[in-house]
C-alpha cells in the first residue's frame, strides 16, 4: 500500500451500456493510482461491490494499446494526458461512457461532432479478484468501524459538555430567581420615588402655567398690534401694486410704440432699397442714353461733313442737291425725335427727385415722432427699471443710427440726382448747340 500514489479518486455519472443493449445511468467512482511501473485503474460502484473493474497497465501493455489505437504519446504523456481527459469530462468538454461485455468493462473517451462521435481512448478493465475485493471490504469496515470509535469518543465528549452546561443552566436559573426578587425590592424604591418626584413636578409645572398663561396674555395683546400694523401695511402694499400695474401698462405702451417704430424703420428701408435699385435704373437708362448721344452727335457730325461736302459739290452738281436736301430733312427729324424722347426722361427724373422729397418729409416726420418717445421716455425713465432702460436706450440708438443712415442714403440719391440733371441738362444744351 506505500508504494501507492493516488493521482484521481472522484465520482460520475456515466452511462453504461450493457451486451444485451440495456442502457443505465450510475453514479461510479474512477480511481487513477500510480505504482512503481505500472498505472492502476479502477472503477466501481461504491453501492454495488459486485460491480467493481480494475486494470494494471505497465509501458508494455501500453505499448500494445498504442499500436491497437494508433495514438501518439509515449507511456509517461499517456498518464498526464489521461488526467486532463478526465479534467475535460468534469468541465463537459469530452465525453465518458463504459460498455460491459461479460467480464470486461470498457471505458470509451469520446467527444461529438456533427457527423459522428469520435473515439480518443478506450480502455478495457476487468473484474476485480473476489479477493481484493474482500479486502477492499475488510479496509471499508475498518475504515468505518474506526469512525465509529471516533464519533462513539466524540458523542462522550458531548455529553460530558452537556452535562456541565445543564449544571451552568441551574446555576444561571438560581442567579436568575435572586435577581429577580432584587428587581423587585428595586422597582418599588423607584416606585416611590418617582411618586415623589411626581408631585413636585406637578407643582413646578402648576407656577410654570400661570407664568405662561401670563405670557400668553401679552403675546395676544402683542400679536393684536402686529394685526393692525399688518392691516396698514397691507392697504400700502395695494396701494404700491396698482401703481406697478400703471406702470406696467406705461411700459407695454412704450414697447409697442418702439416696436411701431422698428416696423416703420424697416419699411423706410425697403422704400430706401426701392429707391435705390430706381436710381440704378435710371443709371442704366441714361447710359443708354450717352451712347445714343454719342452716336447721334456722331452721326450730326458726319451729316456736317456731307453739308460741307454737299455746299461744295452743290456748284458743281445742282442735280445732287434735291437728295441731299432730303437727307438734312431725315436728320432734322430724327432730332427732333431724339429731343422730345429726352424731355420726357427729364420729366421722370423730376417725378423721382418730388418722390424723395415727399419720402424726406415722411422721415423728417418719423424723426419729430422719434423725438417726442425719446422725450417721453426721458420723462418716464426715473421711474423704470435700469436694465430696461439700457436695452431701451440701445434701441433709441440703433433706430437713430439706421436714421442717420437713412439721411445718409437720401443725400446721396440727392446728389446724384442733381448730378444726373446736371448731365441731362448738358447733354441737351449740346444737343441744342450742335
Not at 473515439?119 to 476487468?126: E, G, M, N, T, V
Not at 477492499?136 to 455529553?159: C, F, G, P
Not at 460530558?160 to 423587585?184: C, D, G, H, P, Y
Not at 403675546?219 to 401695511?233: G, M, R, Y
Amino acid at each position: 500500500m506505500s508504494d501507492r500514489k493516488c493521482l484521481y479518486n472522484k465520482n460520475h455519472h456515466l452511462h453504461i451500456t450493457h451486451s444485451n443493449g440495456f442502457i443505465e445511468e450510475r453514479n461510479l467512482n474512477i480511481s487513477i493510482n500510480n505504482l512503481i511501473d505500472s498505472l492502476l485503474i479502477k472503477i466501481r460502484d461504491p453501492t454495488e461491490f459486485t460491480f467493481n473493474y480494475t486494470e494494471g497497465i505497465n509501458e508494455s501493455e501500453y505499448e500494445t494499446i498504442r499500436s491497437k489505437q494508433n495514438l501518439d504519446i509515449d507511456f509517461i504523456e499517456f498518464k498526464t494526458t489521461l488526467l486532463d481527459m478526465l479534467q475535460l469530462f468534469q468541465k463537459k468538454e469530452m465525453f465518458l461512457k463504459c460498455e460491459i461485455s461479460d467480464d470486461i468493462c470498457s471505458l470509451i473517451f469520446y467527444k461529438k461532432s456533427k457527423i459522428k462521435s469520435i473515439i480518443y481512448l478506450s480502455l478495457d478493465l476487468h473484474k476485480t479478484d473476489q479477493k481484493e475485493i474482500f479486502n477492499e471490504l475488510i479496509d471499508n469496515l475498518q475504515r468505518i468501524q474506526d469512525s465509529n470509535d471516533t464519533l462513539k469518543k466524540q458523542l462522550a465528549n458531548v455529553r460530558k459538555t452537556v452535562a456541565e452546561r445543564e449544571k451552568q443552566i441551574q446555576q444561571l436559573t438560581w442567579l436568575k430567581n435572586q435577581l429577580e426578587r432584587q428587581f423587585s425590592n428595586e422597582l418599588k424604591k423607584v416606585e416611590d420615588f418617582f411618586i415623589a418626584k411626581s408631585r413636585d413636578l406637578e407643582e413646578l409645572a402648576q407656577n410654570r402655567i400661570r407664568l405662561t398663561q401670563q405670557r400668553i396674555v401679552k403675546l395676544v395683546e402683542d400679536v393684536n398690534s402686529v394685526k393692525s400694523q399688518t392691516v396698514l401695511k397691507f392697504a400700502s402694499n395695494v396701494r404700491l401694486s396698482n401703481t406697478i400695474e400703471s406702470l406696467r401698462f406705461e411700459a407695454t405702451e412704450n414697447a409697442k410704440l418702439m416696436n411701431q417704430l422698428k416696423k416703420e424703420n424697416c419699411v423706410l428701408q425697403s422704400v430706401n432699397a426701392n429707391h435705390e435699385k430706381n436710381i440704378a435704373d435710371l443709371r442704366h437708362i441714361l447710359n443708354e442714353r450717352d451712347t445714343a448721344v454719342k452716336g447721334l452727335s456722331k452721326r450730326n457730325e458726319e451729316l456736317r461733313m456731307d453739308n460741307e461736302k454737299a455746299t461744295k459739290v452743290i456748284a458743281q452738281n445742282k442735280a445732287n442737291i434735291e437728295e441731299l436736301s432730303k437727307d438734312l430733312v431725315q436728320a432734322n427729324q430724327m432730332l427732333v425725335n431724339f429731343n422730345s424722347h429726352y424731355d420726357s426722361k427729364i420729366k421722370q427724373v423730376e417725378q423721382l427727385n418730388e418722390a424723395l422729397r415727399s419720402k424726406e418729409e415722411i422721415l423728417n416726420g418719423q424723426k419729430l415722432k422719434h423725438h417726442k418717445v425719446v422725450q417721453d421716455f426721458d420723462n418716464y425713465k426715473a421711474l423704470y427699471n435700469k436694465e430696461i432702460q439700457e436695452k431701451l436706450k440701445h434701441e433709441l440708438f440703433l433706430s437713430n443710427s439706421k436714421i442717420e443712415e437713412l439721411e445718409k442714403a437720401i443725400r446721396k440719391a440727392n446728389k446724384m440726382n442733381t448730378l444726373l440733371t446736371e448731365k441731362v441738362n448738358n447733354m441737351t444744351l449740346n444737343s441744342k448747340g450742335t
